[in-house]
């Protein structure tokens, strides 16, 4: 390399502060447009070929970029997991009660994991268990859907209910319900 030969900057496509195209230059040619503006010169895509650099305050760009990221943040859904605990010989005014914290979680959204938690000899009626899950399957067919069927681990049964996709469908059936009572 002889010592005259000049070093090559990198190229960059331009976009001017209002949107427009202003063509392919050198990188300090670029930067110097920018600063005549009183702006800064900031790569918004380093993978295109020649990267994209975009005359604009940095400042305000930062801002609608934190601004963005937190809109999609706001639409973002977080499903937690509610789980409410049975024995096989649960009383009937617990099953009610569990039965209506489950279905209050599932119409705010929430997955319900139902278990039913079997002591020394009650894993030989395994049936009783069985039919608890059962008759919560029942009762909650309005407001959810079994995502995962009964199955054991361990000493614990457990069914996994999910909300019902159709929101506007649930709340019509569950109306005249209501009215009913």
């Avoid at 039965?99 to 009650?122: C, H, N, Q, Y």
Wanted: hydrophobic share 35%; aromatic share 6%.
């Amino acid at each position: 390399m002889r010592i005259n030969e000049r070093i090559r900057v990198p190229e960059v496509r331009v976009i001017g502060e209002e949107g427009e195209q202003l063509g392919v230059m050198d990188t300090r040619d670029a930067v110097r447009k920018a600063r005549e503006k009183g702006l800064d010169l900031v790569e918004v895509a380093a993978n295109a070929e020649p990267p994209v650099c975009r005359i604009i305050d940095y400042g305000k760009f930062q801002y609608e970029a934190k601004k963005k990221a937190g809109e999609a943040k706001k639409k973002q859904v977080t499903i937690t997991v509610k789980e409410v605990k049975f024995r096989p010989g649960t009383d009937e005014h617990d099953y009610d009660y569990r039965m209506k914290r489950s279905r209050e979680w599932l119409e705010e959204g929430d997955k319900v994991k139902a278990t039913i938690w079997f002591r020394g000899r009650e894993m030989t009626h395994r049936e009783l268990g069985a039919r608890i899950l059962e008759k919560l399957e029942h009762d909650l067919q309005d407001v959810g859907e079994v995502e995962m069927r009964p199955r054991m681990e361990g000493n614990q049964m457990f069914i996994i209910f999910a909300p019902k996709r159709h929101k506007g469908a649930s709340k019509t059936e569950h109306a005249p319900q209501g009215e009913g009572q």
